[in-house]
């Protein structure tokens, strides 16, 4: 099983900045890819971005293109998303997830939230 754990969420003003982590440990050898959802009240979660491990190809969510980036460090088994140009519909809970070769995202952290004022 691969742990995970998030941080570095909070409240900003709209156009400000945030980077979120995402600390992995326990066997993190099996993991094929990383990414970020996020899930505000109401509505359903959704991808916003990913990052093969081993290559570190990414992948976006139009609504964040442009936006955020997604980057990871192998030594700490760390992965990152650098928000930037924040709107108030980017509040959320933003969680951090991994997926095995061959398969869909299935493993979660519990979740950071992120408040964008107006």
């Known amino acids: 099983q691969v742990q995970l754990v998030e941080s570095g969420g909070g409240l900003v003003q709209a156009g400000g900045s945030l980077r979120l982590s995402c600390a992995a440990s326990g066997r993190t050898f099996s993991v094929y890819r990383m990414g970020w959802f996020r899930q505000a009240p109401g509505k359903e979660r959704e991808f916003v971005a990913g990052i093969r491990w081993s290559s570190g190809t990414t992948d976006y969510a139009d609504s964040v293109k442009g936006r955020f980036t997604i980057s990871r460090d192998n030594t700490k088994n760390t992965v990152y998303l650098q928000m930037n140009s924040l709107k108030p519909e980017d509040t959320a809970v933003y969680l951090c997830?991994?997926?095995?070769?061959?398969?869909?995202?299935?493993?979660w952290g519990q979740g950071t939230q992120v408040t964008v004022s107006s």
């Open positions: 997830a991994t997926s095995p070769a061959g398969r869909s995202y299935n493993n």
